[in-house]
């Protein structure tokens, strides 16, 4: 019997994944990198008022943990609607391979 994800579950995974990253990834992974950085450089700064002590450090660790899930969630929105409002056909810009 033939599985129809084989490529899936073996241990090199399929071949799309082992393709290097396309240069949507890259802009993305830039963009959320950009981002991020920039947003805990504002904290820190914001942090700095009146000295930095522990409970700052803590409130900074919290941010940034919590920090990539947000700017991922608005990179993913923004680029969405700009592949749906500036593409004449939104599902097939997003087809990958």
Do not use: H, Y
Not at 1 to 30: H, I, T, Y
Not at 43 to 68: E, H, I, N, S, V
């Amino acid at each position: 019997m033939r599985l129809p994800f084989r490529d899936a579950l073996s241990p090199k995974g399929p071949r799309s994944m082992r393709a290097e990253p396309s240069g949507r990834r890259q802009l993305f992974v830039a963009l959320v990198i950009l981002t991020t950085g920039g947003a805990l450089g504002l904290m820190a700064w914001t942090l700095r008022a009146g000295g930095f002590d522990w409970l700052d450090a803590l409130l900074m660790f919290c941010f940034a943990m919590t920090l990539p899930w947000t700017v991922i969630g608005f990179w993913n929105a923004v680029i969405g609607l700009l592949v749906m409002r500036l593409t004449p056909d939104a599902a097939l810009a997003t087809k990958c391979g």
